[in-house]
């Protein structure tokens, strides 16, 4: 199994809303990364589990929660977003930290109204 | 700090021409990656690089690194529409937890 799987798929949310974007890899990879894209940009790392631990935050505002259930599950909790958030959130993996090849999901595009 | 640069950002082509995208990266690294990603689609693995003169090849894509230049090609052979995507190429520092990072992306569009 060499997939990563992101659900849901597609999310409107307003702007008191709470949800959560989830993700899950079966290929071992103890990496797991949230990552943020918007139209006709490159991805933005956002946070890294290394071995479910948060190694890097890179400066996400609070209303972005993440959180690592096990190593095959990455989950990203969404609260008071701002419509500037919508935008398509990828789940990747890699066999380790700084090991390179990442393994994206077909990602969630987030709309907030 | 590892800064990736790509050129072209956008090229537009005819399709059986030959083309060649750069990736600069500006500091030490071994490690380079190639992703595809379609409109509206995540990202695709291509290439993985890992040593100087590493050449990969699938298909009408070739890639290549050269550590000494700072410098990997993603060479394509007479193209065909089907190679219309966003190109990215991902460099990885040498030091243990540095972090990937993505190039601006190129947009390639083949007409047909």
């Known amino acids: 199994d060499t997939e990563v799987t992101q659900t849901p798929k597609h999310l409107v949310m307003g702007m008191t809303n709470k949800k959560s974007l989830k993700c899950e890899q079966h290929?071992?990879?103890?990496?797991m990364y949230w990552y943020k894209q918007k139209a006709k940009k490159p991805p933005e790392l956002m946070f890294v589990?290394?071995?479910?631990?948060?190694?890097i935050n890179e400066s996400v505002p609070s209303r972005f929660s993440p959180e690592c259930p096990n190593s095959s599950l990455l989950n990203l909790h969404l609260h008071a977003l701002q419509p500037e958030d919508s935008a398509l959130y990828l789940c990747a993996s890699s066999l380790h930290w700084a090991t390179g090849e990442l393994f994206f999901g077909e990602g969630s595009r987030l709309t907030v109204l | 700090e590892l800064k990736v640069e790509q050129n072209p950002l956008f090229l537009s082509m005819q399709e059986g021409k030959n083309y060649t995208i750069y990736c600069n990266y500006s500091?030490?690294?071994?490690?380079l990656y190639w992703y595809r990603q379609d409109p509206g689609k995540s990202l695709e693995s291509l290439f993985v690089?890992?040593?100087?003169?590493a050449v990969k090849q699938e298909g009408r894509l070739m890639a290549s690194l050269d550590t000494k230049a700072r410098l990997s090609t993603l060479h394509i052979t007479a193209a065909v529409h089907d190679l219309s995507a966003t190109y990215f190429c991902?460099?990885?520092?040498?030091?243990?937890?540095?972090?990937?990072?993505f190039g601006k992306g190129t947009r390639l569009h083949i007409l047909p």
């Open positions: 991902a460099v990885e520092g040498m030091n243990r937890d540095d972090k990937i990072i």
């Open positions: 500091t030490t690294s071994d490690r």
């Open positions: 589990y290394s071995y479910e631990k948060l190694s």
């Open positions: 690089l890992l040593s100087n003169g």
């Open positions: 290929m071992g990879h103890r990496a």
